[in-house]
């Protein structure tokens, strides 16, 4: 598959392909992971596919070798996506995929209270300048507060083929993470259904008539610091609800230092202590098995300053 964009007064996608069989038009693109939503916007919003260089439809039978061009028309901006022009920690890009660090403070997308300063604004802003004809698609949002690793899906179609491989579990996501207390396990599963908090819009909360929700937790450290006690952890994202570690690990007893929203205690760091240290999955285009990793901030750092305690050390002292 070769990515390519039409430059004209109006800049929009192309996908190319050669076929490598004979089979329907239709069957092939379903082959290809073009969804039913886009083949629609291609029929009606001023796409369209040719194959060797004439425009078909999807009845048409392909034969080997034959040349198909998918044109998509131009992608929909939302009002609320303002650009804007700031710095951008960029840790890999081609034409598919951008992959970048978004620092803890940043909004991953616009909101109607915080509309502006986001991540989205500043790649949409990167886009503008580069006149690249789509919108920008977030396969991985992070909380406000917290950091690490988010993956961008350049266009509408490449979003699709992410979205799915999530579906599949075939996207991984590592966090790590301070929880308050010592965490007796060394490693565990937490797999508890996370709904909407009666009476709140923004607080989840475990309940029986939830969405399923699975975290695997591995303990790497416990620490004690001005009298506080708490664990670093290491998550494991098997599915992706809305504060899904922040209600878990407030579920078991050990929410998240600094995050005050399910609990935590803010004396050693004002915001949630989680960061996205690495994701990985299939190139959508070439694949291939990628990852991509970012180191721990600062703020993080600094809760490790010692040893963390040994075995014999919070066993004994587990209970006081």
């Known amino acids: 598959m070769l990515l390519a964009m039409k ?66 028309p131009p992608e929909e901006i939302g009002n609320g996506l303002k650009p804007e022009h700031g710095e951008l920690s960029i840790l890999d890009e081609d034409d598919s995929i951008l992959i970048v660090e978004k620092p803890a403070g940043q909004g991953t997308i616009p909101s109607r209270n915080h509309p502006n300063g986001t991540l989205a604004n500043t790649i949409y802003g990167k886009y503008s300048v580069e006149h690249h004809p789509a919108t920008v698609h977030v396969v991985t949002r992070l909380d406000t507060d917290t950091s690490g690793v988010v993956c961008i899906a350049k266009n509408r179609h490449i979003h699709h083929l992410m979205s799915t491989q999530m579906q599949q579990t075939g996207f991984g996501r590592r966090y790590i993470a301070f929880v308050s207390g010592w965490v007796i396990e060394e490693a565990f599963t937490i797999e508890s259904p996370i709904g909407r908090k009666d009476g709140s819009i923004i607080e989840r909360m475990v309940r029986p008539d939830g969405q399923y929700a699975r975290t695997d937790v591995r303990v790497t450290g416990r620490f004690e610091m001005c009298n506080s006690r708490y664990t670093a952890v290491e998550l494991q994202l098997h599915t992706g609800r809305t ?28 915001r949630q202590a989680l960061h996205c240290a690495s994701i990985w999955f299939k190139h959508p285009s070439t694949n291939e098995n990628v990852t991509y990793a970012s180191e721990l901030p600062g703020d993080l750092l600094r809760l490790m300053p010692v040893e963390p305690k040994s075995q014999e050390e919070y066993t004994v002292n587990f209970s006081g």
Request: charged share 25%.
């Open 7 to 72: 430059k004209s007064n109006v800049s929009t996608l192309l996908l190319k392909f050669i076929t490598e069989e004979r089979i329907l038009l239709r069957d092939f693109l379903k082959k290809k992971g073009i969804s039913k939503r886009a083949l629609t916007a291609v029929k009606f919003d001023g796409g369209q596919i040719l194959v060797n260089g004439e425009e078909r439809t999807v009845r048409w039978m392909l034969e080997l070798g034959d040349h198909v061009i998918i044109e998509f």
């Open 243 to 270: 504060h899904q570690i922040r209600v878990h690990m407030a579920h078991v007893g050990h929410p998240l230092l600094g995050d005050d929203l399910y609990g935590g205690p803010c004396d050693l760091i004002t």
